[in-house]
Each structure stands twice: as C-alpha cells, then as structure tokens.
C-alpha cells in the first residue's frame, strides 16, 4: 500500500488549497478514506472521511463547511479542497487507508 500527499503549500488566511493523494497497492475502491491533520503541538485529528464509491462524506466539525473531501475511483485518488483556509488549519495534513497513513504534506496558512 503506497499513499502519496501533494498540493500543501503557503497561502494566505482566506484562501484555498486542494491536496491530492494518490493510492496504490490495493483496489481503491473498496475502501473509505480519510484526511488527518496534526498541527503544531497537537494531536493528529481526523478531518474528513469518504466513503467507497463517494457518496458518504464525514467532516469534523471545525472545517465543515469550508472543506469538500472527494474521490476519483478511476485515478486511485482522494482530495479534500480546503477554502476560507484560516491560521489554525496550519498542520500537516495526511492520506490514510486503515492502517496505512501517507508521508504527509504541509499545510501553512499566514499572511
């Protein structure tokens, strides 16, 4: 199982970003997965889940709203569009498929 984060970056509060990440290993398909995020001294939280084929979607509380978790079954990948990003949403944002977590990818959100 190969799960690789990309599209983390700087951006202004305010603004937006889309993360990627791109499955291999496994058929996609049959499973949901799941952003997580770890900010600076905090613990690893879960910030969206989808299901297997997109339908059902899961958000923490803080970024509903402004998050948008998707899938592309056919490209093996997963995406969460992050908008009206604010400076608490800095962390390192990461792709898992129970048990398997990604590399990660950072996101900063600072003027």
């Known amino acids: 199982v190969r799960l690789v984060e990309s599209g983390g970056g700087l951006v202004q509060p305010g603004g937006s970003l889309r993360l990627s990440c791109a499955a291999s290993?496994?058929?996609?398909?049959?499973?949901?997965m799941s952003w997580y995020r770890q900010g600076p001294r905090k613990e690893r939280e879960l910030v969206a889940t989808?299901?297997?084929?997109?339908?059902?979607?899961n958000y923490a509380d803080s970024v509903k709203g402004r998050f948008t978790i998707s899938r592309d079954n056919a490209k093996n990948t997963v995406y969460l569009q992050m908008n009206s990003l604010k400076s608490e949403d800095t962390a390192v944002y990461y792709c898992?498929?129970?048990?398997?977590w990604g590399q990660g990818t950072q996101v900063t959100v600072s003027s």
């Open positions: 898992n498929r129970r048990p398997y």
């Open positions: 989808i299901g297997r084929f997109g339908g059902s979607t």
């Open positions: 290993g496994f058929t996609f398909s049959n499973y949901d």
